[in-house]
């Protein structure tokens, strides 16, 4: 009996090891034709499924093997709510555009699995205790992105952009650049953005400050606007 009771015991710890993180779909507009859209284009199933991969893929390309580097995370969830825009993260809570999804033209099921990889980065990342530049916060989400090979077609190519900091697909591509000088870059920024921000962490990361090595990205394209 003691026996069975251990067993019983051991499962349950095996269950919650394997399933630490908690994921729930819920469609709040069912009744528009966005959220229908969502419920015969993508489903609840499959963006769970997205849900999940994407923390394991984050958890890789941050190298977070050890659960001790990672956030305290229990439950993810997503809402597909009668909005404008796409989405967004709020307290690991993902919110996503019903009405983006039925008006999406195109391989809509794609483009939502890295829409969701981009919002779940948001979920997992460090941000310098708020102290991070916004678009270094939307430029790592997008980095993800693309390196799970869901950059979409309209992104800016490899050179483009401003400034460093741009964000979204400008500042991915610039630290996909940065990763490609130092394997593992985004990484460890992303470990140090645990205890605040400073530009130094290009020094230190890299041996230049953040200016230089964004002026060196651009001349390596020719210095495409
Ligand atoms: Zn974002």
């Known amino acids: 009996m003691i026996k069975h009771a251990i067993c019983f015991l051991v499962f349950l710890y095996a269950l919650h090891a394997t399933h630490a993180v908690d994921y729930?779909?819920?469609n709040n507009a069912i009744t528009?034709?966005?959220g229908v859209a969502f419920r015969d284009k993508i489903g609840a199933d499959y963006a769970k499924r997205t849900l999940e991969s994407?923390?394991?893929f984050i958890w890789s390309v941050f190298k977070q093997s050890n659960p001790a580097d990672r956030k305290n995370v229990q439950k993810v969830s997503l809402?597909?709510?009668d909005?404008?825009?796409v989405a967004y993260t709020s307290n690991d809570q993902i919110h996503l555009s019903a009405r983006y999804v039925g008006s999406?033209?195109?391989?809509?099921?794609?483009?939502?699995s890295g829409v969701l990889y981009h919002e779940m980065v948001h979920v997992w990342q460090w941000n310098g205790n708020g102290g991070a530049p916004g678009g270094l916060i939307e430029g790592i989400a997008d980095y993800v992105r693309l390196k799970a090979n869901y950059a979409p077609s309209h992104w800016v190519k490899p050179g483009q952009g401003q400034k460093w900091d741009q964000?979204?697909?400008?500042t991915a591509r610039f630290l996909d650049y940065c990763d490609s000088l130092k394997s593992g870059f985004v990484a460890q920024l992303n470990k140090l953005l645990r205890s605040g921000y400073s530009d130094q962490y290009f020094v230190q990361l890299l041996g230049k400050p953040v200016n230089q090595l964004w002026t060196d990205y651009k001349a390596?394209?020719?210095n495409i606007a």
Do not use: R
């Not at 999406?104 to 939502?112: A, F, N, R």
């Not at 964000?167 to 400008?170: R, S, T």
């Open 24 to 26: 729930s779909v819920t």
């Open 32 to 34: 528009t034709s966005g």
């Open 54 to 56: 994407a923390t394991q």
């Open 79 to 81: 809402f597909v709510d």
């Open 83 to 85: 909005m404008d825009g």
């Open 104 to 112: 999406y033209q195109g391989d809509v099921k794609t483009e939502i």
């Open 167 to 170: 964000g979204y697909d400008v």
């Open 220 to 222: 390596k394209y020719g």
